[in-house]
């Protein structure tokens, strides 16, 4: 066990010092001008540098019907391993992007609200904490950095701990004056050529920085040179935790929340230092919009807020100002993001006096996932480590509650011949004889409201929580487990509002159920059939039977030697197993032998494996002739003989082996499985 000395020694070995005096730069204004002209992107407002953040971390294109479709990859949280990944919402995530691009290049959108709106537990508050993180970690990035300006204390100008930094961590270029502005950045336009964004010089000072300007002004006889000279520009690194550059704001109760919370507030014990509380030095700028400058500000439950707040919100979106007591307006430079849940949305809409609101936001939906495959990605983040949650989850137990979920979240098809369960499984990638990429899209199109409502994912993680700590005995939890848990919390769930859907949501389960059992009975008949050497034998027997039969040859009968006609009950028994008619089989015969022949001339060995439709159908025959030796129905008896548990444990192990099974939920399932044996509900 290593002691104090070695842990010490080992950080110390790895601290990187240069990498801290980057993050603490300090020099003077010339200094900084020299920066901006060896790297102009240090000055990028804060839409830009939020874009620029997310394609930093790179991004993937893919195909869907045909359509070329983007991922951006910093939504998979790669620097936290996946810690507030939010998976699907593609169409979200790039609606989002989209509108950052945008407000970087000037478009328009950089004066509204960006508006995240979906029903509760849809990632809307994951995706505004992933914003506020990534920009905080690109911020102490070299391609992120950003600086800010502090001035001279007048009395004691040579003390370095007596500087008094701009409490909005203003951009230092804000002390050009304005009629030199164009002509100072057309200076750097060779560095700006190479840049992604032409530099551009647009904000005044805030009050206290104006303060210390006029003073010094003042004091130099208006010689602006003079006045840089007591300028000290530092980097800044984004912190929420230390509000710079990232602040939050949520509803709290009206008596005790005001918009000074906002803008900040008057310092009543400075007042009587300075003789007035118009004096800026009397002043806290502390209030969210004042420290998110340069940076993100979130709003949380944003149409909760009192109306008071909203005016405040009006003019920092459109104009990029705010206005703190007793002072001027004053320039902020922060994306704006707001979310919100679908009643108060509206209730937004029906609300006439808001329109001025309405107008200012840019809505980007943010739904419940659709996707089979991605709900489950969910909830495996969280229960998907046996070590720290302390039991085993066996199969199928997650991707059930998850099914449930998003069965919840689907529209019944227009289309009769389709169920709300194939639905899904289209929506998931899977094939249905009939539907092509085109009609799934029509799907989509007709389902509106598709992922508005439904059941939160929250739901789901609370009933899983519920099973893993119900069954303190059980050394795994099952499906059925899980599925007790999340019906028995429909009656008193408090976002359903009728009986009607109540029911509907148990009507569901009872879908999820069958599917279930249709699963683990396959999965069993698979394992019953996982006899190599039997299978290889059956596809031997089959294929010299189909051989002969499309040759017109006759057989050799191993045993007796004698030639025999193909066996056309061993043939058909197979291929009944998946639906091929008697019309069809002399087609389907031909199809195996030209499959093989194929291989043959490209120098490959047929394996039976390779062809899907054969291999279900050798499983299927193998499992009808194996289950009567094997009695899985004896497992609902209390006595079981020696031969038939030996000949039921190999079948435990190969669904411990091949399906994530362990020894309690392998038992489990297979008197699962042999209870429908028991009751004759099992067709093979």
Request: proline share 4%; with cysteine.
């Amino acid at each position: 066990m290593a002691g104090g000395r070695q842990i010490v020694s080992f950080l110390a070995e790895r601290q990187n010092l240069d990498q801290f005096r980057k993050k603490n730069w300090q020099g003077t204004f010339e200094q900084y001008l020299d920066l901006i002209a060896q790297n102009p992107s240090i000055t990028r407002n804060a839409f830009q540098r939020c874009y620029d953040m997310i394609l930093s971390y790179g991004v993937d294109t893919y195909e869907v019907s045909r359509e070329k479709r983007i991922h951006y990859r910093f939504f998979d949280d790669p620097l936290d391993q996946g810690k507030d990944a939010i998976f699907g919402l593609e169409d979200s995530q790039v609606q989002l992007v989209n509108a950052l691009k945008s407000a970087a290049h000037g478009y328009g959108i950089e004066k509204r609200v960006l508006l995240l709106h979906g029903p509760v537990g849809s990632s809307k508050s994951t995706m505004a904490r992933l914003l506020k993180k990534g920009i905080e970690r690109y911020s102490a990035k070299d391609e992120g950095a950003l600086y800010s300006l502090g001035w001279n204390d007048p009395d004691d100008p040579s003390d370095p701990a007596a500087i008094h930094w701009c409490p909005m961590n203003e951009e230092p270029l804000h002390l050009i004056p304005e009629d030199f502005r164009r002509d100072v950045a057309a200076q750097f336009q060779e560095a700006s050529a190479l840049a992604d964004y032409p530099i551009s010089i647009s904000g005044e000072l805030c009050p206290f920085c104006r303060f210390h300007y006029m003073e010094s002004l003042n004091r130099y006889g208006g010689d602006w040179t003079k006045v840089i000279a007591d300028i000290h520009v530092r980097r800044v690194i984004l912190s929420e935790k230390d509000r710079i550059g990232i602040g939050t704001f949520q509803p709290k109760d009206e008596k005790n929340q005001d918009s000074t919370e906002l803008t900040g507030d008057i310092n009543y014990r400075k007042i009587a230092e300075y003789g007035t509380d118009s004096d800026p030095r009397a002043f806290n700028f502390d209030g969210e919009f004042n420290v998110a400058n340069r940076g993100i500000i979130e709003f949380v439950e944003v149409l909760k807020l009192d109306v008071a707040f909203l005016y405040d919100l009006l003019g920092a979106s459109q104009e990029h100002k705010v206005k703190p007591k007793k002072f001027a307006q004053t320039d902020i430079d922060e994306v704006i993001l707001g979310h919100t849940n679908e009643p108060e949305y509206r209730r937004l809409q029906n609300n006439e006096f808001m329109e001025a609101l309405r107008d200012r936001t840019v809505k980007i939906d943010v739904p419940y996932v659709t996707r089979l495959s991605n709900e489950v990605k969910i909830y495996e983040k969280d229960y998907n480590n046996q070590k720290v949650i302390g039991k085993h989850i066996a199969p199928h137990t997650i991707e059930m509650a998850a099914m449930w979920a998003v069965l919840t979240r689907l529209e019944e098809p227009k289309n009769a011949s389709l169920t709300l369960l194939q639905k899904l499984k289209l929506y998931d990638g899977k094939s249905l004889p009939g539907f092509t990429e085109e009609n799934i899209k029509e799907l989509k199109s007709q389902a509106k409201r598709e992922g508005m409502l439904g059941i939160s994912p929250r739901y789901v993680q609370d009933k899983i929580s519920n099973a893993l700590v119900a069954h303190p005995d059980a050394t795994s939890i099952n499906p059925f487990m899980v599925m007790n848990e999340l019906e028995s919390g429909l009656g008193n769930h408090s976002l359903i509002t009728s009986e009607e859907q109540r029911d509907h949501y148990r009507q569901l389960l009872e879908v999820v159920k069958e599917e279930y059992e249709n699963i683990v009975k396959n999965e069993v008949q698979r394992a019953i059939a996982a006899d190599e050497d039997a299978m290889a034998r059956l596809c031997a027997n089959y294929i010299d039977n189909v051989k002969a039969y499309t040759q017109r040859e006759r057989v050799k009968n191993k045993f007796t030697g004698q030639y025999e006609e193909p066996d056309d009950r061993l043939m058909r028994s197979i291929e009944e197993k998946i639906d091929i008619p008697d019309s069809r089989k002399d087609d389907f015969r031909r199809e195996i032998m030209n499959y093989i022949g194929a291989l043959s001339i490209d120098g490959k060995k047929f394996d039976y494996k390779t062809n899907e439709r054969l291999y279900k159908a050798l499983q299927l025959k193998l499992f009808e002739d194996q289950k009567d030796s094997i009695k899985l129905t004896s497992l609902v008896s209390s006595v079981i003989d020696q031969e038939t548990q030996e000949k039921i444990d190999v079948v435990k192990q190969r669904l411990i082996r091949d399906h994530g099974y362990d020894d309690e939920s392998a038992t489990d399932v297979l008197s699962f499985v042999a209870s429908i044996f028991a009751r004759g509900d099992v067709t093979s």
